[in-house]
């Protein structure tokens, strides 16, 4: 974590004080909504194969590109295979089954990135799921390079999923999120996703 908030606040490093203040803020508050949900979620299953917990955090990470190999999840809402998603990788942070823990990448994130009305899918270890936008309350702040930070929270609700996480179907997720348009029109996402159950 700390590791995470010194390269988000290296990147952060802006001209303006009111944008560094601003940026300042959010990786403190990034901090303080993490830490509730993961004392309330416990620990993972002792089951390395099991289900998650009631709530589980991940971590979306990395530079979006366009999806090159269509993936089937198993699910009939959304379809990343439509030209408009590109996807970026998922990293676990805390109440997946135990044989999730500490690994690197598990998992793909798929998103159109500019079309809030189309839903979202998770693949993750054990199954995956889908998710629609329903609020978000974000600002923009420049970079001061061309590109802006996207900086705020998203709230999505789970319409679909398949596997371990068929539970989850009805549940919630909260994005806590950093996401840098570079000046090119490039997307690099830093975004822990909170998900729970109904």
């Keep these: 974590m700390i590791k995470l908030c010194n390269q988000l606040i290296g990147r952060l490093r802006l001209t303006k004080t009111k944008s560094l203040t601003l940026a300042s803020l959010l990786v403190g508050a990034l901090v303080t909504l993490l830490s509730a949900p993961l004392q309330a979620a416990g620990p993972s299953p002792l089951d390395p194969s099991g289900p998650p917990a ?6 979306l990470s990395g530079t ?5 190999h269509c993936p089937d999840l198993g699910l009939f809402q959304v379809n990343p295979c439509d030209p408009a998603y ?3 990788r998922i990293y676990p942070v805390g109440g997946l089954p135990e044989e999730n823990q500490g690994q690197g990448t598990i998992g793909n994130f798929y998103v159109a ?9 998770y693949d993750l ?6 998710m629609f936008f ?9 970079d001061g390079q061309g590109g802006t930070f996207i900086v705020g929270t998203f709230d999505l609700n789970i319409t679909e999923a398949t596997g371990i996480y068929q539970s989850f179907v009805g549940g919630h ?18 975004c822990f996703c909170i998900i729970s159950r109904s």
């Design 125 to 130: 270890p054990g199954g995956a799921l889908t």
């Design 64 to 68: 979006y590109e366009p999806v090159k």
């Design 134 to 142: 329903t609020a978000n309350n974000v600002q923009r702040v420049p």
């Design 113 to 121: 990135i500019g079309h809030p009305n189309l839903p979202v899918a």
């Design 54 to 59: 009631d709530t589980f955090v991940i971590l």
């Design 173 to 190: 997720n909260k994005m806590v999120d950093i996401l840098h348009r570079l000046a090119d029109g490039t997307f690099v996402e830093h």
């Design 86 to 88: 590109s996807t970026t």
